[in-house]
C-alpha cells in the first residue's frame, strides 16, 4: 500500500499554507499529536502508525497532476502552485518509537519545521497515526483479557476500507496477536496468517461430514468450523473425522456463534471423551475484551481466541479524540484556549520513571534518571536510525509496562 | 486510489478455493451481502460502495508478486498457484444502485458466479461497500436532523485512514452533505471542497485581528474560526474586520467549541446588529445528527453544520451488522442455521410499494405493479450501462424515498 497522495489533505491546510508563503511565515513551528482523553475505561495506549506518517512525510511532493487539480481551485494563484511544487518536508520529527505505552497528553509525534510544511501535514498526521493507536491499544485490552491464552484477528472485512484492514493486522500483532486471516497483512508486514473454513464451505458440500473430510484430507490438522447447523452434531461430526483420519489430523474446532461457555465445554468434553484432547477450541463472532476475560474467569475451555470488529472498528471508541496542535512558532510557546479543548504549548519531554511520567518543556533541565519517550525519528527530512525498527522489536516493546500510571504535567507547561 | 490487491482476502478464502478447484466444484454459486439489523435507532440504509466493489471484480487478477507470496505459504501447491494465475472474475453481479433506500436482509450485492470467483471476493465485497454504506447512512440522519440547512464533512483526520476518509467523503456526497474540506476526495470525485482556517493560524500569526485581516485580504467571503481564546472577543475581531473590509468580505465565521446554542445567539444578535446580517454561522465540533436535530429544534441560528467524527467513525454504530452468505449452489437454496445468525437461502430480489417492501425469490412470478430493487450492474465480467453511473446521479436517488418502510419477507424464502 501506498502512502497517501500529497493532495491527502484538508483545504483549509492549502488555505493557510498559502497566506503563509505570501506573507514570509516560513519560520520554525512545532506541532504535537496527542490524544486529549482514554476511551471509557481504558487505562492506557500503545503508540502505532508512526511508520507510515514518517514515510507519507518522506515521500511528500505534489505531482503535476495534484498541482494541476490544485490550480483548478479559485483561491490558488501560480505562485503558490510552484511553491508547492517545490515543497519538501525538510523538517524533524521527534516520537515515542512505535510500541510505546502512551498516555493523555503526551505526544504521539512532534513535527518541528518550516510553518508551511509543519502545517499541511496535519490531516495526514493524524489520520495515519490514531488509527493504528487506537487499534493497538484495543487490541492489547484483548490480549491483557486472554491472560496469556493466544488471541486472533479475523478483522479485514469489518475495516473501514482495505487500507484500514491491514493496517489494523499490523496494530493488533504489535500489541501482541498471534496471527490475522489478512493475506495482504502477511504479505505486506510479514505477519503470521491463519484461517479456518466459512460455513460456504459446507454449504457447497451439502454434507458437513463430506466437508470435513475433504478439508482434513487437504489440510492436516487444519481447524474445522462446526456450527453451521447445529454445533452439538457439527463437535460429532468433526470427531468422526478426527477418528477416522487419527491423530493430528483435527487440530482444531471453531466454535463462531452460541453461548461460548456452554458450547466450548460440551465440545471438550466430547473431545476429551473420544482421546480427542489435542483437538483445540478456537472462539469466533463478536467477541471483545470483556467477552474474553468473561469466558477466561469462567474457565472456559477455550484455546484460541479470535476478534474482529472488537478489533479494527471498536464499538465503545471509533476513534480516538487527538488533536494536532501548534505548540510553538519561532521559539514562542502557543496555546489555543477554548473552551473545553485548551491545548498545552511549549514542546515536550515525557519522562519515565517505573510508576510515573512527567511531561514536561522539552528544554528543562533533563532529570538525571528516568528514560525519555521523545526520540530523534527523522532529521532533516531523513530517517534516524531509530525511525526504522523492525515489526518484532516494536511489538516486543509493547509487551511491556502496560497499565495506568501516575501522569505530572509541569507547571512551568501551563504557564 | 487503486482498488485493493488481490491478496485482500481472508486466508480461509485461498484454502477453500484450492479445495474447490481439486474437487471440480467450479459450479455456479450465489452469494448476497446483506446487513442483518439496523444500528439502534435508525430507520434506513443508504446502499454505497458497489463502484468501489465493482471495480476490484473487474481488476481481479493475482499478480507474479502475490503468486510468490501465496505460493510461499505452506498450504497452497503449484497447481493452485498456476489456477490462481489464469482467476478473472467471469460472474454476473445484481444489486441495488448505489443511493437506494435499503433495509436489513435486502441484499447489497449479489454474486453469481463460479464457485471459486463468487467464494474468494467474500472479504473485499463486505470490506468496500460496508462502509460506504455506513457512512451514508448515517450521514443521511445528519441532513435529516437539519432540515435543510447544509452539512459539509470535514471527517478526513478521524477517518481509519486515507482511503476510508476518501470514500467517506463520498458517501457523505451520497447522502446530501454540500461538500467535503477533503482535497483529494474533491480531485477524486469532483466533490465541492471548503474549509476555514485552523487555531494554528491564528497562533501563528499571534494577534487574532491581524491573522483575520490577512486571511480575508486573501480570501474575500471565507470564513473565520472565532474560538481561538475567547468566542465573544472573535467575534469582536471578526466584526471589526469585516467592517474594515466592508460588504461580502467575510462570508461567515466557524464556532467550534463551547455551548452551540448560546454561542451563535450572542454572535447573531452581534453580527445583525452591526449591520453584518448576511454572515453566516458555521458549527462545526463534536456534532451528530442528534445535537444537530436539538440546536433546529432550538432555532439555533446556525446556518452550516459541519461534521467530522460523527460521520467518518459512527461512535454509536462502528460498523454495520453485515454477512456474505452463500445462498445457492448449482441451483439448490442452502442457508446456515447457526444460533442467533442465520441466513435466508434462495437468490433475491427485493420489490417496493411506495410504503412496503417485499423480499421474494428471485424467479418467483413478478408483481404487476411494484419496481425491483437488485438491477444487473455486471455480466460476464463486465459491467453494465447501469454499472456506471454519474455521483450526481446516485446522490440525487439518495434524496428520495427515505425513512422506515414495511419489510415483509415472503414464506417461501424461509422453507
Redesign the interface.
Known amino acids: 500500500m501506498s502512502t497517501?497522495?500529497a493532495?491527502?489533505?484538508?483545504?483549509?491546510?492549502?488555505?493557510?499554507t498559502?497566506?503563509?508563503y505570501?506573507?514570509g511565515?516560513t519560520g520554525e513551528?512545532i506541532?504535537e499529536l496527542a490524544v486529549r482523553s482514554l476511551p471509557k475505561g481504558w487505562d492506557y495506549l500503545i503508540a502505532a502508525g508512526l511508520d507510515r506518517a514518517l514515510a507519507f512525510l518522506e515521500a511528500l511532493r505534489f505531482s503535476d497532476e495534484?498541482l494541476a487539480?490544485?490550480g483548478s481551485?479559485p483561491?490558488f494563484d501560480r505562485r503558490f502552485i510552484e511553491q508547492l511544487r517545490e515543497m519538501r518536508f525538510t523538517g524533524d520529527v521527534w516520537a515515542p518509537p512505535e510500541g510505546t505505552i502512551v498516555y493523555p497528553n503526551e505526544p504521539l509525534i512532534q513535527v518541528i519545521a518550516p510553518?508551511p510544511e509543519a502545517?499541511i501535514v496535519?490531516?495526514?498526521m493524524?489520520?495515519?497515526i490514531?488509527?493504528p493507536t487506537l487499534v493497538a491499544s484495543k487490541a492489547a485490552r484483548a490480549i491483557d483479557a486472554a491472560a496469556g491464552r493466544p488471541v486472533i484477528e479475523?478483522g479485514?472485512?469489518?475495516?473501514?476500507?482495505?487500507?484500514?484492514?491491514?493496517?489494523?493486522s499490523r496494530a493488533a500483532y504489535i500489541a501482541g496477536f498471534e496471527a490475522t486471516?489478512?493475506?495482504?497483512a502477511?504479505?505486506r508486514y510479514g505477519i503470521p496468517?491463519?484461517?479456518?473454513?466459512?460455513?460456504?464451505?459446507?454449504?457447497?458440500?451439502?454434507d458437513e461430514v463430506a466437508a470435513f473430510d475433504?478439508?482434513v484430507s487437504?489440510?492436516p490438522g487444519?481447524t474445522l468450523l462446526v456450527?453451521?447447523?447445529?454445533?452439538a452434531s457439527g463437535v460429532n461430526n468433526a470427531i468422526k473425522v478426527a477418528k477416522q483420519y487419527g491423530g493430528g489430523s483435527v487440530g482444531a474446532i471453531r466454535i463462531?456463534?452460541?453461548d461460548f461457555r456452554q458450547e466450548s465445554w460440551q465440545a471438550r468434553i466430547k473431545l476429551d471423551t473420544t482421546g480427542l484432547s489435542d483437538v483445540r477450541i478456537v472462539a469466533s463472532?463478536g467477541l471483545d475484551e470483556y467477552q474474553i476475560a468473561e469466558l477466561v474467569g469462567a474457565s472456559a475451555p477455550i484455546d484460541v481466541f479470535a476478534c474482529g470488529?472488537s478489533i479494527v472498528?471498536?464499538?465503545d471508541a471509533?476513534?480516538l479524540d487527538s488533536a494536532?496542535?501548534?505548540v510553538e512558532?519561532e521559539g514562542?510557546a502557543?496555546?489555543?484556549?477554548?473552551?473545553?479543548?485548551p491545548?498545552i504549548g511549549h514542546r515536550k519531554q515525557v519522562w519515565r520513571w517505573d510508576d510515573q511520567d512527567v511531561i514536561d518543556r522539552f528544554d528543562a533541565t533533563p532529570p538525571s534518571d528516568g528514560e525519555p519517550l521523545m526520540l530523534p525519528m527523522m532529521q532533516s527530512g531523513e530517517r534516524t536510525t531509530q525511525g526504522r525498527e523492525s515489526l518484532e522489536q516494536i511489538r516486543h516493546r509493547a509487551g511491556a509496562g502496560r497499565g495506568p500510571r501516575r501522569i505530572e504535567i509541569d507547571p512551568s507547561l501551563l504557564s
Do not use: C
Not at 479485514?156 to 489494523?168: F, K, M, P, Q, V
Not at 456450527?227 to 454445533?231: E, H, P, R
Not at 502557543?334 to 479543548?341: E, L, N, P
Open positions: 497517501p497522495s493532495l491527502f489533505v484538508d483545504l483549509y491546510e492549502l488555505s493557510m498559502q497566506v503563509y505570501d506573507r511565515m513551528a506541532f495534484d487539480y490544485v481551485l483561491q510553518l502545517q496535519e490531516t495526514a493524524i489520520n495515519q490514531a488509527y479475523f479485514g472485512r469489518r475495516a473501514h476500507g482495505s487500507e484500514a484492514a491491514i493496517e489494523a486471516s489478512s493475506v495482504e502477511g504479505r496468517t491463519t484461517g479456518t473454513m466459512a460455513h460456504s464451505f459446507v454449504l457447497a458440500e451439502g475433504a478439508f487437504r489440510y487444519t456450527d453451521t447447523y447445529d454445533t463462531d456463534s452460541g463472532g470488529t472498528a471498536p464499538p471509533s476513534t494536532y496542535k501548534m512558532y514562542n502557543v496555546a489555543k484556549r477554548s473552551t473545553g479543548k491545548s
